[in-house]
């Protein structure tokens, strides 16, 4: 059992990833264990005794740094033209997948909401389309005007777009350079180069950002700054279990907690 887990992670398995398999493996054996198939289970340890735990703490930018971020993409001649994508993934949660799988079709501007139904994956040099991460990944999500006004502006600006069919879905809605979709790896890339240079050349630095990064970020604001029911906002953010939404981005907080008491006028 150990040595799977080793080869797990020389496979570039990420340790959290292994951790969620071992807990199937876990229940599997225990299963074995009661019906007297083996005597014990094989997967009660600590991963964390086996391999090293690198995974990254998950951070929410603050108000401050998001406004540092969007300023410089909106003065950035090469960044800015990420910067609609960036309004949306802070301002919907989308995962992104789903942004990079967004067609012209999946806008309701009318009503003001995204229907999120599909993702986009590239994957060894081809593109293809799945189903969201989770059965309750298929949501719509409504729109700021912010949002609305972002989505306008890159469905006007797209340049040399091709005649893309994946699955059933055309009409993409973030391209790249060559008019093709864009993709999660490609927008690791350039959020990681982007917050390169801006560290370059500013003496507030800001953290290492990622798409999920943007993602967090919203959930953990209207988590904690809103009076939103806590099941909606479950649902907005497509998560399978309620607990996924409330303890990894619902943050107590003093301030916070002073607030509560001011609201119910403790």
Known sequence: ATEWVKR???????Y???NNYKRS???????????????????????SDVIENDTEEKIALTDTQTDMLLQFLQT??????HYNAVIVLLNTGLRISELCGLTVNDIDFENKHINVDHQ???DKGEYRIEKPKTDCGVREIPMSESVCKALKD????????????IGEYTDFIFLNK???????SAYSVVFSSMIKKYNKHHKEQLPKISPHTLRHTYCTNIANKTRINPKVLQYIMGHKNFTTTWEHYAHGSAELAKEEYR????
């Open 263 to 266: 609201l119910l006028g403790i």
């Open 16 to 18: 959290q990833t292994i």
């Open 120 to 122: 986009l994956i590239f």
């Open 178 to 184: 060559k008019g093709l979709p864009m993709y999660n």
């Open 25 to 47: 493996l876990i229940a599997a054996f225990h299963t074995a264990v009661e019906r007297d198939y083996v005597r014990k289970n094989p997967f009660l340890f600590k991963t």
């Open 8 to 14: 797990m992670k020389e496979k570039g398995y990420a």
């Open 76 to 81: 950035d001649c090469t960044y800015k033209k």
């Open 154 to 165: 890159e469905i006007n600006i797209r340049k040399n777009a091709q005649p893309v069919k």
